[in-house]
């Protein structure tokens, strides 16, 4: 069941301190600002979760958001955010970059860094809020992608805005043991997309060291239960030396330990996701999927999704 929250029953001067509680709640730290001229902010946002993810519609008057390095101070929250336009026009301002968004485009920012959202009339959209973790270690030179506009006409953006729309209106009715699929198909897509921008394709390598990166994603996800994992074991099965194997990582968004960290937690996720395997206890997922310590592997769990692994499984349970 999706939560609402509004502005709709609180009155009009206290709305902006209200809907930028509301706001800060729901994604991250920020200040909102009807801008000048204007002396309050309606709106409204729906809030699902899906699996890793955090999926929200936005719907609102004008206003201005800031994520300022006050608000970034000290804070823990490390996500990356992306805004997918429907309704009226929208601004993302980040690492001296601006998206233009009209509807149907979309586009990355980091919670770690000020941005900014400028909105100068009506608006709608998806927010889509993910750990930061997830996409870095999929996607290289994340700084370099943030705020910069993906096309909802061409290459990506038609399966992103369609895909989202579909899981908005859907969402409530998804069996639990397909919500982790989902998630990560929303997560590809995105990929899919930033990897179509410039500063990506600049940063392409050659094709065989694609060659060897493609071999070894398939061999860790293949093998996540070996717990000898590593660049030495990846190395003698593709039959290609250690050093050819972090030739071939090198300059990828995380080092290969952590990519096998994160392909393990995920699988473990998915597991505990899946009422097919209730029967399987908690150790049990995570010593299958290469883990050799409980409370380790509790620790990176609640690390990277923000609640221990029982606590994940209760919730899918019950939702």
């Not at 902010?41 to 004008?62: K, P, Y």
């Not at 994340?142 to 096309?151: Q, R």
């Not at 060291?209 to 593709?238: K, N, Y």
């Not at 996701?273 to 150790?283: E, I, K, N, W, Y």
Request: hydrophobic letters at 40%; a neutral charge.
């Amino acid at each position: 069941m999706p939560i609402r929250l509004s502005t709709h029953d609180v009155a009009s001067p206290d709305r902006v301190s209200y809907w930028t509680d509301l706001v800060c709640d729901t994604y991250v730290g920020l200040d909102c600002d009807p801008g000048a001229g204007r002396a309050d902010i309606q709106g409204e946002i729906l809030v699902d979760r899906l699996a890793a993810l955090d999926l929200s519609r936005v719907t609102a008057t004008a206003q201005r958001v800031s994520r300022t390095p006050a608000r970034i101070a000290g804070a823990a929250e490390d996500f990356f955010l992306v805004s997918i336009q429907t309704v009226g026009k929208g601004r993302v301002l980040q690492d001296g970059r601006c998206a233009e968004l009209s509807p149907g485009d979309y586009a990355l920012y980091d919670s770690t860094r000020p941005y900014e959202l400028h909105f100068d009339g009506d608006f709608q959209q998806y927010v889509l809020m993910l750990p930061r973790t997830a996409l870095q270690a999929v996607v290289s030179n994340t700084e370099s992608l943030t705020a910069s506009t993906m096309s909802g006409q061409r290459g990506a953006g038609p399966l992103m805005i369609n895909m989202i729309r579909t899981l908005a209106a859907n969402v409530e009715t998804l069996a639990p043991e397909s919500a982790g699929a989902v998630a990560d198909s929303v997560t590809q897509i995105l990929v899919a997309g930033l990897s179509s921008l410039p500063a990506a394709q600049r940063a392409q390598t050659g094709p065989l060291t694609r060659f060897h990166r493609e071999q070894i994603r398939a061999h860790v996800r293949a093998h996540l239960g070996d717990p000898g994992l590593g660049a030495g074991s990846i190395a003698a099965a593709l039959k290609i030396s250690p050093s050819t194997v972090h030739r071939a990582w090198a300059g990828e968004a995380c080092s290969l330990a952590e990519f096998i960290r994160i392909a393990r937690l995920e699988a473990c996720r998915r597991a505990l996701g899946d009422p097919a395997q209730t029967h399987r206890s908690v150790s049990e997922i995570a010593f299958a999927c290469g883990f050799s310590d409980a409370a380790h592997f509790s620790r990176c769990f609640r690390a990277r999704f923000d609640c221990s692994p029982r606590e994940y499984r209760a919730g899918v349970t019950r939702s």
